[in-house]
């Protein structure tokens, strides 16, 4: 059965970093698109970054771009998200995702999801 395990999030100062991890268990990440979302307080969940599936290329929403980094590690199916000079506004839920098939992007909304992890920045 695949299964996400996030790990990572916390409580940070605005300016601070933070670095969260996606284990996946029950497949490997390679060859399938992957990606962040988070959802703050009252907020629909909101796309943040992806690594395509053929490329690995990146993609970045506009609100974090220049500041979040996405990565992964093929060998430990393990997916990163590095957020640099966190801001108030970052505060939120962060899931990681894995889509359900390899023919599939994680913007087309079938994907496995992890449990999530909170993150909070304090002004």
């Known amino acids: 059965q695949v299964q996400l395990t996030e790990s990572g999030g916390g409580l940070v100062q605005a300016g601070e970093s933070l670095r969260l991890s996606c284990s996946a268990s029950g497949r490997t990440l390679r060859d399938y698109a992957v990606g962040w979302f988070r959802q703050g307080p009252g907020k629909d969940r909101e796309f943040i970054a992806t690594i395509r599936r053929f490329s690995n290329s990146t993609d970045y929403a506009d609100s974090v771009k220049g500041r979040f980094s996405i990565s992964k590690d093929d060998a430990t199916d393990t997916l990163y998200l590095q957020m640099n000079n966190l801001q108030p506004e970052d505060s939120a839920v962060y899931y990681c995702?894995?889509?359900?098939?390899?023919?599939?992007?994680?913007?087309?909304?079938?994907?496995?999801w992890g449990q999530g992890t909170q993150v909070t920045v304090s002004s």
């Open positions: 995702a894995v889509a359900r098939s390899h023919l599939y992007t994680i913007h087309n909304g079938n994907n496995y």
